[in-house]
C-alpha cells in the first residue's frame, strides 16, 4: 500500500530547494518519491494520504546516545512519585540499583523521548546489551563518533547544532527508489523556526515506513485523498 506523507514545506538535507507542499511516497519501508505533493498524487491517485502540519525533514542524529541511554536513568511513570519524571544522572543515578532488565526499560522509554525529537540515529559505541537491543528493536541507526559532543546531553538533537547539522542523511533524491522512508515532521513553518524552535516540535517519526511517533491531534489514519477523518487519539497506527 502506497501512502504519501505531505506537508507545508519539505526540506531534503542536501542542495536541492525547497519545496512548498511538499510530500513524500512511502512504499513498504522504502521511499518511492519525493517532491510536491500535487504531483505525487496526481501519479498515485489511490494512494493513501497523511497530512502533518509544518516541516517535512530528513530525519535527525541524536550524537549523545551513550550520556542519554547508559548514563541517564528515564523513570517509569509508576515511579514517578519517588524518582520524578526527567532522567536520573550523576549521584542520584549512582544510588540507584539498576540492573540490566531497569536498564532495558529505561532504554526503551528513553527512545520513545528520543523519537518524539524526531531522532531516527544515534551516535557514540553504546556497551551494554539491554540499551543495544532496544535501540535495535526501535530501528534506530547506531553509528560511531570521533569524540564526545561539549555541552551537557539534551535529547533535542538541535541543541548545540544547526538542522542541516543534525540531519542523519538527506531524502533520496529523484529516481533513488531504493532507500528507507525515514524522516520527521516538526510543526513549524520553515528551517529557521526549527533551529530555533528546536526538536520538541516534532508531530511525527518515520523510520522504514513506520509511524513509530506522532503527537496527539495531529494527522489521522491515512486515507485516501479527500477523505481525512478527525485526528483521533491514542497511539499512532503504523
Known amino acids: 500500500m502506497l501512502t504519501i506523507h505531505a506537508a507545508g514545506l519539505l526540506i531534503t538535507g542536501d542542495r536541492?530547494?525547497?519545496v512548498p507542499g511538499g510530500a513524500v511516497l512511502v512504499d513498504g519501508r522504502r521511499c518511492a518519491g519525493v517532491g510536491a505533493y500535487e504531483e505525487l498524487a496526481a501519479a498515485h491517485p489511490t494512494a493513501r494520504v497523511r497530512r502533518w502540519p509544518g516541516l517535512l525533514t530528513p530525519g535527525l542524529l541524536n550524537p549523545c546516545g551513550p550520556e542519554l541511554l547508559e548514563a541517564a536513568y528515564h523513570p517509569d511513570p509508576r515511579e514517578a512519585d519517588e524518582l520524578g519524571t526527567e532522567p536520573i544522572t550523576g549521584g542520584a543515578l549512582a544510588a540507584l540499583a539498576v540492573g540490566d532488565?531497569?536498564?532495558?526499560?529505561?532504554?526503551?522509554?528513553g527512545v520513545q523521548r528520543m523519537l518524539a525529537h524526531g531522532t531516527v540515529a544515534v551516535a557514540g559505541r553504546l556497551s551494554r546489551p539491554a540499551v543495544v537491543d532496544a535501540v535495535d528493536r526501535a530501528g534506530l541507526?547506531?553509528?560511531?563518533?570521533?569524540e564526545r559532543p561539549a555541552g551537557p546531553p539534551s535529547l533535542d538533537p538541535l541543541a548545540g547544532q544547526s538542522p542541516a547539522e543534525a540531519m542523519a542523511s538527506p531524502l533520496p533524491p529523484e529516481g533513488v527508489a531504493d532507500r528507507d522512508a525515514t524522516f520527521?515532521?516538526?510543526?513549524v513553518p520553515d528551517e529557521a523556526a526549527l533551529a530555533g524552535r528546536g526538536a520538541g516540535t516534532c508531530v511525527?517519526?518515520?523510520?522504514a515506513g513506520r509511524l513509530v511517533y506522532r503527537r496527539r491531534?495531529?494527522?489521522g489514519?491515512?486515507?485516501a485523498?479527500?477523505?481525512?477523518s478527525e485526528p483521533p487519539e491514542g497511539p499512532a497506527p503504523v
Open 16 to 18: 536541492r530547494p525547497p
Open 101 to 109: 532488565t531497569r536498564w532495558g526499560a529505561s532504554a526503551r522509554r
Open 141 to 146: 541507526r547506531r553509528q560511531e563518533r570521533s
Open 184 to 187: 520527521a515532521v516538526f510543526d
Open 204 to 207: 511525527a517519526t518515520v523510520l
Open 217 to 219: 491531534g495531529t494527522a
Open 221 to 223: 489514519p491515512a486515507a
Open 225 to 228: 485523498p479527500g477523505a481525512l
